[in-house]
């Protein structure tokens, strides 16, 4: 799949929206990628964890464990595991830090995979290399549907992604006129009470 293929799956479900974001990281966008409703499809999720778990097999080989951070790994991750013939974990924020939970675990020399939906910063992704550095077993790397940073972000291990983009985003401070001029709206879920 090019970029523009997954782009299009976006739109396919009305996915890829215009206006004023707030994003996680607290920056500003005239786009936002609202994964929710590609992931709310099951065959749009698999056409697109399909797509992604073959790159994933031909740079990083098996992997035994797909482990994500909630909320926006929990979807592609179960997806990619189907996909990959293994099991799915996600990790989940207790007093601010991402834990594995619910049983949970990781054996001695079980190679895992990241996988996000949309890497932005890259801060989820670092903090669930954090988690996973407390289990035992191996971070083979990482994947996401797509990569917001155009490749940018630091995410702690080698990242594989389905397409990578790079829509504007600005300080909130920092706004262009168009921006200023539209009332900001944010549709994540990092930060909800």
Not at 62 to 90: H, K, T
Not at 115 to 132: K, M, P, W, Y
Not at 156 to 178: H, R
């Amino acid at each position: 799949m090019t970029n523009e293929d997954v782009l299009n799956v976006f739109r396919e479900a009305g996915a890829l929206l215009e206006g004023h974001f707030i994003l996680s990281s607290g920056r500003r966008s005239p786009v936002f990628l609202q994964k929710a409703l590609v992931f709310s499809e099951p065959e749009l999720a698999a056409k697109l964890c399909s797509a992604l778990a073959a790159r994933i097999r031909d740079t990083f080989g098996e992997i035994d464990v797909v482990a994500g951070p909630a909320v926006g790994g929990i979807i592609p991750g179960y997806e990619l595991a189907r996909q990959l013939g293994c099991r799915s974990i996600f990790a989940e924020r207790v007093d601010g830090q991402l834990h594995f939970r619910r049983g949970f675990s990781i054996a001695e020399g079980e190679r895992i995979l990241i996988a996000e939906d949309i890497v932005t910063t890259g801060l989820s992704f670092r903090e669930t290399v954090e988690a996973l550095e407390k289990l035992p077993g191996e971070v083979a790397g990482g994947s996401c549907v797509i990569d917001r940073s155009g490749g940018k972000a630091d995410v702690g291990c080698k990242l594989v992604s389905l397409a990578s983009v790079d829509f504007p985003d600005y300080a909130p401070t920092d706004l262009p006129p168009e921006l200023e001029r539209i009332p900001a709206v944010k549709p994540g879920s990092r930060g909800l009470a």
